[in-house]
């Protein structure tokens, strides 16, 4: 998948009848990248950046104002509806909230047979049955479990459950959205290690959405840090935890509280102060420059491009080359 | 004496599907200026344990045990004793910023009414108050924000605004329940830190509820650990997060993703879910998902007191 200067705006009418008024908001503003059979590409940021709008134009699910989404080689959003619904097969999606993504009046066995009846409405029960089991046993879920509802499963189960919908269909590209933040953290391990696995297995195209950066290291290849609707950051995993290229990213980076008592109390914070602006009224320039510590004349004027470095990791900062960002452990 | 003594808490909740054993036997106790916290995953107990102290169990609620504030038992006072307290000495954080706030009140009514019912402030002089508050938790420009409505601050704001309420009494006793678990990171840092400068400012006891391991390491000074509506562990930070004797204290330590330590490493999971607080099991309650039972688990362990304060509810400690 390659994506091409990808923007999505809402507008939004405020005002009476007599003197209307509209704001753009740019819930995605910008973004490119391009992703591999088999990758796993991590997308953070806090919220209102735009990772949910993000991973709602790649799948077509709303139409962009402005860039292109390349599904090899083809743009999606050119695409008739009849070729896109076939395109549809591999991609899938894995939402946030595990129960309310599942209808409560649908059994286990249905939940995960839909998309197999929408796309291949003649095939046969027993070969329904046996695809579904094939996928529950391969998320760990127990087969003999088909004709419960939602309700009778934990949270931790219900995203089981959502992740076996998404695989059924044999898809090349799972887009997760924030797949475990509502899930507690002992369950969240089960999860993460439970996609890793899959991804592995599967050679699945992975992108892994979340707000913090931590879960997000463990299963990704790439990371792209996002703000305010633009990527700030495209980095290497290893090479964004050690030295990040931008404040915004080192930033996140160092507001992860360390479960450790004595390396959490000589933390030194984030450096950030304040809430991220509004999205209806962005700060001109670079659209980080309200909070940066680093901040220079420059970042107020122009916006900045996200560049590729000598790395090969991509950054939108004007002093990506001066600063020296690197992670020090303490302890 | 301890500020808050708490002895034998019991709750349990009636449902058409039969009773909830939400807290079972519970027992701790915290001095004055001590951050305590109570962390575990959801449904363990936390914050229906807090709750009920409070008197704030919904109707179907029941509770028994005690729960003495500075000697007196909060469970045996009538609404009108608790309301001489609560807002007063003792206030709370609630979790979710966006439905504990009136929607339908500006924020400066919202603040000035708990000090004009408590302090007998005139309203004039409680709004300068509630603006001072707004600027110790570093709300920019409060003289304005504190004229707006709850929907029209952000996520961060409206919890800052929260923690501002809690602190405008001058509590003794502070409960914040997740306080950080519906804003981002970066504003998360920032509310840590205001509490830990109001504690240290006030000599305030705090309870915090938390399952973000990584603020309570950072903030407290005692944990207790929750499972299953049970105390399973409970001592000082060094001992929890150096030292834990509990195999669920350790499980939950080990499955947090923490940037300290290399990425490839494959997160520990704690296997299984919690169990049904409708039907809990005999013996341990962790006993299914417990990578060290053996057969004296059928049985309910007791807590032990190990060194120094440190207690565990787990027969393994006894056999070592």
């Not at chain 1, 924030?178 to 969240?188: H, I, K």
């Not at chain 2, 938790?137 to 409206?158: A, F, K, T």
Request: a neutral charge; hydrophobic letters at 40%; proline letters at 6%.
């Amino acid at each position: 998948m390659r994506v091409q200067d990808l923007a999505v705006h809402f507008i939004l009418r405020e005002g009476g009848l007599l003197r209307p008024k509209t704001h753009t908001i740019k819930a995605v503003d910008g973004v490119s990248f391009d992703l591999n059979a088999g990758e796993t590409l991590g997308v953070v940021g806090e919220s209102g950046s735009g990772k949910s709008t993000l991973a709602r134009a790649l799948l077509a699910l709303i139409k962009p104002d402005r860039g292109r989404v390349l599904w090899f080689g083809e743009d999606l959003h050119k695409l008739d509806e009849e070729s896109l619904r076939k395109k549809r097969q591999d991609m899938q999606i894995v939402f946030q909230d595990p129960l309310a993504a599942l209808n409560p009046r649908m059994t286990v066995r249905n939940i995960i047979a839909e998309p197999l009846w929408t796309f291949f409405p003649k095939i046969a029960r027993v070969q329904v049955d046996e695809r579904v089991r094939g996928v529950m046993k391969m998320v760990g879920l127990l087969p003999n479990q088909v004709n419960r509802y939602p309700h009778e499963f934990s949270a931790g189960q219900c995203q089981r459950i959502g992740i076996a919908r998404a695989l059924v269909l044999n898809p090349k590209l799972v887009i997760c959205d924030e797949p475990v933040s509502a899930l507690d953290v002992s369950v969240q391990a089960q999860i993460v290690n439970l996609l890793k696995n899959l991804q592995k297995k599967l050679n699945l195209s992975l992108v892994f959405i979340a707000h913090d950066l931590s879960v997000v290291r463990h299963i990704s290849d790439r990371v792209m840090v996002m703000y305010l609707g633009r990527a700030m950051e495209l980095s290497r995993r290893d090479a964004l935890y050690r030295r990040p290229l931008h404040p915004y990213t080192s930033a996140l980076i160092k507001a992860v509280p360390v479960p450790d008592p004595r390396l959490a109390r000589v933390k030194t914070d984030s450096g950030l102060t304040g809430d991220m602006p509004s999205p209806l009224s962005p700060p001109p320039g670079c659209v980080f420059h309200s909070r940066c510590p680093y901040l220079i004349k420059r970042c107020q004027m122009e916006v900045p491009a996200l560049r590729r470095m000598e790395s090969g990791d991509w950054v939108a900062c004007h002093r990506a080359e001066e600063l020296d960002l690197t992670i020090v452990k303490s302890g | 004496m301890a500020l808050l003594e708490v002895k034998d808490l019991d709750v349990g909740f009636d449902t058409p599907e039969g009773k909830v054993h939400a807290v079972n036997h519970l027992s701790f106790s915290l001095e004055a200026g001590v951050t305590l916290a109570l962390v575990g995953e959801s449904g363990s107990g936390k914050t229906q344990a807090v709750m009920s102290i409070l008197g704030l169990l919904a109707e179907n609620g029941h509770v028994s045990g005690q729960a003495l504030f500075k000697g007196q038992d909060l469970l045996q006072m009538n609404t009108q004793e608790l309301n001489l307290r609560r807002g007063n000495e003792i206030a709370m954080i609630f979790q979710d910023p966006m439905t504990s706030l009136n929607p339908y009140l500006r924020i400066d009514r919202q603040m000035t009414e708990v000090v004009m019912h408590h302090k007998g402030l005139k309203k004039s002089e409680a709004t300068v108050y509630a603006v001072e508050m707004l600027r110790a938790v570093q709300i920019p420009d409060p003289e304005r924000i504190i004229r707006q409505y709850p929907h029209e601050l952000s996520g961060g704001m409206r919890q800052k605004v929260m923690v501002a309420m809690g602190l405008l009494s001058e509590p003794e006793l502070l409960i914040a329940d997740e306080p950080t678990a519906a804003v981002d990171v970066t504003v998360q840092v920032q509310i840590t830190h205001l509490m830990s400068a109001l504690r240290e400012k006030s000599n305030t006891a705090i309870i915090l509820i938390s399952h973000d391991l990584g603020i309570v390491a950072g903030l407290c000074d005692r944990v207790l650990v929750m499972y299953a509506g049970e105390a399973v562990e409970c001592g000082s930070v060094e001992q929890i997060y150096y030292d834990p004797k509990h195999p669920y204290t350790q499980g939950l330590l080990n499955s947090v993703p923490r940037l300290d330590q290399p990425g490839s490493r494959e997160l520990e999971a704690i296997p299984g879910n919690p169990p049904n607080l409708l039907n809990l099991p005999d013996g341990c309650k962790f006993r299914d998902r417990c990578p060290k039972a053996f057969d004296a688990c059928r049985e309910k362990p007791p807590m032990q007191l190990g060194e120094d304060r440190h207690a565990y509810r787990c027969f393994l400690g006894l056999s070592e």
